[in-house]
């Protein structure tokens, strides 16, 4: 029998396509790219290092041709691959129909280089029909695609790596610099800027309850009195927040103060007024397009809250489990049997007069639209309704689903059909005024595709409720009473700043970017530190605003919107064939043929740059105060003069007013001298960190001794007795045990060390009081008791039944997911409360990496008494040695082979535990029920047939990784099980 090999992105994809082929397939997974350019120094080949350009891994002066690198976490897995294409009798590349796909195929076919025929595969939906003319219509790799492809890769390697050391040296450390991160970041400063000029104004309407002579109530509103139109919002700049110069400067516009409209509206009260005129006009609303990915995650986080990458985790879901189609597109096209099966289900769910007489089309207009590819929809040529999904999808796929079914049939119904009425009422007030009133009505006549979908709302039926506003049949010359008037305030608001949702459409209307990209280029923009995310506002840094102004100021081309979207445009021309890579390339990056010329314009402009006049950034609500604002080493600080201030993290750059500057300038700013140290004879400074307050000794950097305040000590008010106090620790409580006892204050509180061993203390005077008798009494309860040491409990735990169990655990640099195979940790804006089981496996196989094998420690050789120890640091960077030496913390002591067998024979033994006794597979096998199906499959084939992981876990549809860790937690449940029973 025939043996075709099938390699795809992701083992889900591949799992699910391996449901619909027959003997004679292995559908095989590469768990995403297998090869980039280098990504450090480590990376480089032995061949290569020590040549200037691999670094870069480009080699310009050869067209940019690329170095591609194995990443070591894939070796095994692509050796693994290599081994079944040798074993295969045809290969066929079945990643994603896109330009990133398209590389990853080029990629798997330099890699393995098959020696047996090797297809190209694609298909937008995975379901058995396209799955099966997909295998029937094979085509070659596009070398045009990869080249793209290749291209973008290039071109963000370029930009990244010649930019972000400029800002490294300009700015701060550890800053990057990208072709589209940075010009979403520019559009988060220029809205940012926008809300720090804004100034608010007030005016005041009069809203009026009118109400007919057979009682019938009716809202309206004045807008004319004597002849002059009152100001509304619309007359006030968006962007200023004042009245706009022509509305000024013109005679026709009466603006209204809190006084003068409750005036008006008294004397309005009871009035009697005429219908002077009464218009209705019928209007219609054609139904919105099918979802392309920009769209998608727009709708996405307005109508279920969900962030760019959640939307985008959980349409790759939907997708590679076969009930959508590709949800990277920006294609509204839907193809002939998707626009049948949904204008079936309208005729079904909605009836005859819901289904237009021929079926819609829809094209794409904004710019550097892709045709090729189909708007997301369900999948199949005929689409389950939501409904009968619910025991199939989670929370997030089955609300997204359901949000996708919608939206695309209602692109295949009818028109929603209404009428607007209009109506102006004439009276007078009580002070012989003349006033005209306006009231505004809208009833549907006939819904249409509304019953389906209405957007930015959860409930059709709900907006169409509020989508009407109903007047009585009013006629002219009809009497109405002005019978509840009430004066109403408003401020003008500032410009909203972006969501995820908004800036992903301004990226999108502006041409920048790809719809494939947006998730991540959000995503990065908060790692790098440049945004902050506060509900569903994106905040920029004002780290942004340096890096920003660097880049406007001196490489204003490379984060202008115009040139960026062509750029996109020439990455099409590309695609297309139309132009080459090689050339493209040099006139970016070195200037040929009138190109921008990247190299050039750094070496022109590097010494240009003055990171004082960077990192000032100006606040007009600060102008003229003599305050500045400015970006250091250590984050944004207040300056005027010699007095500095840190401004606080949580400190909107628009929420900085001069009276905010004003308070953090007036707190003590540290640097007070207390008085002089006796054994040193240098001055004792208090100060205020950027992570809180301390004492230290000397004013060299770095001082002498450094040591935090406790929380009930107060900087303004804190004595040099106070200050030596706590500078003397940490201290020697005494000897137990042949160890010393040291009472330290760390990081995360007060506490005890004993060699090796610690223990917690309750609040941080113990330092000073805790006696000997009192320390041996702590170490002789148990260590883990909730205290320091105590292992945290995990925050989640997620079961499966065809993978090892994933858990959310807290760890050092924040949350993260383990398998206890693979590591990842959360990003900033994934909300680790909401997660969800699809979630953790989705973000684990997507960026999970095995942790770094840690060398075997040598143990902290403990002080001898009484001997002389030297000044040490805490974990916050500050420390204090005291009158009695301390050992040393936060460093590790290197200890020879020979030291450390003698100091382990002479510690004490502690008793020796029984031996476990392994359980035999007998024993075992009469518990295989605690196991989920594939669990067992993968247990019994190893454990009674003798067979490796790397033969079964293909059959299972996993990865060679994910077989092993899978093995390892069904082990350790059989044993459980064998033991407690």
């Not at 968006?238 to 009466?254: F, H, R």
């Not at 030596?724 to 042949?738: A, D, F, T």
Request: positive net charge; hydrophobic residues 35%.
């Amino acid at each position: 029998m025939s043996n075709t090999l099938i390699i795809v992105e992701s083992p889900a994809k591949a799992r699910t396509i391996a449901k619909f082929l027959g003997k004679g397939y292995t559908v095989e997974s590469s768990i995403g790219h297998i090869r980039d350019l280098p990504r450090s120094a480590a990376e480089i080949p032995e061949k290569y290092k020590g040549l200037a350009w691999a670094r870069l891994g480009l080699n310009i002066d050869e067209d940019f041709k690329p170095l591609y690198v194995v990443s070591p976490d894939k070796r095994s897995h692509v050796a693994h691959l290599r081994k079944l294409a040798q074993q295969a009798d045809e290969v066929i590349l079945a990643t994603d129909d896109d330009r990133e796909g398209e590389s990853i195929a080029w990629h798997l076919f330099e890699e393995l280089k098959p020696r047996v025929p090797v297809k190209r595969m694609v298909f937008h939906e995975i379901t058995k029909d396209a799955i099966q003319a997909a295998i029937a219509h094979p085509r070659s790799i596009d070398t045009n695609l990869v080249e793209a492809q290749e291209t973008r890769r290039a071109l963000d390697r370029l930009y990244g790596y010649e930019v972000s050391p400029v800002l490294w040296r300009k700015v701060a450390p550890k800053l990057s610099a990208g072709r589209v991160q940075s010009v979403a970041t520019r559009m988060l400063v220029e809205r940012e800027r926008e809300r720090m000029r804004f100034v608010p104004s007030d005016w005041w309407d009069i809203d009026i309850g009118c109400a007919t002579s057979e009682g019938e109530a009716f809202p309206a509103r004045l807008a004319e009195v004597e002849g002059q139109r009152l100001a509304q919002g619309r007359d006030f700049d968006a962007v200023t927040g004042q009245l706009k110069p022509e509305v000024l400067a013109g005679a026709g516009v009466l603006r209204l103060n809190e006084s003068t409209a409750r005036a008006l509206a008294a004397a309005l009260r009871e009035q009697p007024f005429t219908v002077l005129s009464a218009e209705e006009k019928p209007f219609t609303q054609k139904p919105y397009a099918p979802f392309i990915t920009s769209t998608l995650q727009q709708e996405g986080s307005r109508k279920l809250r969900l962030g760019a990458q959640q939307t985008m985790r959980a349409a790759q879901r939907l997708y590679e489990g076969g009930f959508i189609t590709y949800m990277r597109t920006d294609s509204t096209t839907l193809s002939a049997e998707a626009i049948s099966a949904a204008r079936a289900q309208v005729k079904a769910l909605y009836g005859d007069a819901y289904l237009p007489a021929s079926p819609r089309s829809y094209t794409k207009k904004a710019k550097n639209a892709q045709e090729a590819h189909e708007a997301i929809r369900p999948a199949g040529n005929s689409f389950r309704t939501p409904d009968s999904l619910r025991g199939e999808l989670g929370g997030e796929e089955w609300k997204l689903y359901d949000l996708i079914w919608k939206r695309t049939v209602a692109s295949q119904m009818s028109d929603a059909r209404g009428r607007r009425m209009q109506v102006r009422l004439g009276g007078q007030a009580t002070d012989g005024r003349n006033a005209v009133l306006n009231a505004s009505g809208r009833s549907i006549d006939f819904p249409g595709f509304l019953r389906a979908y209405v957007e930015g709302r959860d409930d059709p039926q709900a907006a169409l409720e509020d989508r009407e506003t109903l007047l009585p049949p009013l006629k002219v010359g009809e009497r109405v009473t002005a019978a509840e008037p009430e004066a109403a305030g408003h401020t003008t608001q500032p410009p909203a700043r972006y969501t995820e949702a908004s800036l992903v459409q301004s990226l999108e209307g502006a041409g920048i970017g790809r719809p494939s990209t947006y998730a991540s280029i959000i995503g990065t923009i908060q790692e790098r530190g440049y945004a902050n995310k506060k509900s569903q506002a994106l905040i920029p840094t004002w780290t942004a605003f340096a890096t920003s102004a660097l880049l406007e100021s001196h490489f204003a081309s490379l984060v202008d919107y115009d040139f960026t979207a062509r750029m996109e445009q020439d990455l099409d021309e590309i695609a297309g064939g139309r132009q080459q890579r090689a050339p493209y390339l040099r006139s970016f990056f070195l200037g040929e043929d009138g190109g921008m010329g990247l190299r050039p314009l750094i070496e022109r402009e590097l010494e240009a740059i003055d990171p004082r006049v960077v990192a000032t950034i100006e606040v007009p609500r600060l102008a003229g105060s003599g305050i500045e604002v400015r970006v250091g080493k250590y984050g944004p600080y207040l300056s005027r003069g010699e007095t500095k201030a840190n401004i606080p993290e949580e400190t909107a750059p628009d929420e900085l007013t001069l009276d905010k500057a004003e308070e953090l300038l007036s707190r003590p700013s540290g640097d007070r001298l207390l008085g002089e140290d006796p054994g040193s004879g240098q001055p004792v400074l208090a100060r205020a960190g950027r992570y809180g307050p301390y004492v230290q000794i000397g004013e060299e950097n770095p001082p002498l001794r450094t040591a935090s305040l406790f929380p009930s000590d107060d900087l303004n008010t804190l004595t040099l007795d106070r200050a030596l106090k706590l500078l003397s620790l940490p201290r020697l409580v005494g000897v137990s045990e042949g160890e010393e006892v040291w009472a330290y204050n760390g990081k995360f509180g007060p506490y005890l060390k004993r060699g090796g061993d610690s223990r917690s203390l309750s609040i941080p005077e113990q330092l000073f009081t805790t006696s000997m008798i009192e320390a041996e009494a702590l170490f002789m309860q148990p260590r883990f008791r909730g205290g320091r040491g105590a292992a945290a409990a995990p925050l989640a735990a997620f079961e499966y039944e065809d993978r090892a169990p994933i858990t959310l655990k807290s760890g050092r640099f924040g949350p993260y997911l383990t398998d206890g195979e693979r590591n990842a940790t959360l990003r900033k804006g994934e909300d680790q409360a909401g997660m969800s089981s699809d979630d953790a496996r989705s973000i684990l196989e997507e960026r999970g990496k095995e942790p770094k094998k840690k060398e075997g420690k040598p143990g902290r050789a403990a002080p001898k008494a009484g001997a002389k120890k030297p000044a040490s640091r805490s974990a916050a960077g500050k420390s204090a040695t005291g009158k009695s030496a301390a050992p040393k913390t936060g460093s590790r002591t290197v200890v020879s082979k020979t030291s450390a067998k003698t100091a382990a024979k002479a510690r004490p033994k502690a008793a020796a535990k029984p031996a476990s006794v392994p359980l035999t597979w007998a024993q075992l096998r009469p518990h295989l029920g605690v196991l989920s199906s594939q669990e067992r499959e993968l247990v019994t084939a190893t454990r009674e047939r003798g067979e490796k992981v790397e033969a079964v876990a293909p059959g299972l549809g996993l990865d060679i990784k994910k077989a092993k860790g899978m093995a390892l937690q069904a082990s350790k449940k059989l044993n459980q099980a064998a033991r407690a029973s």
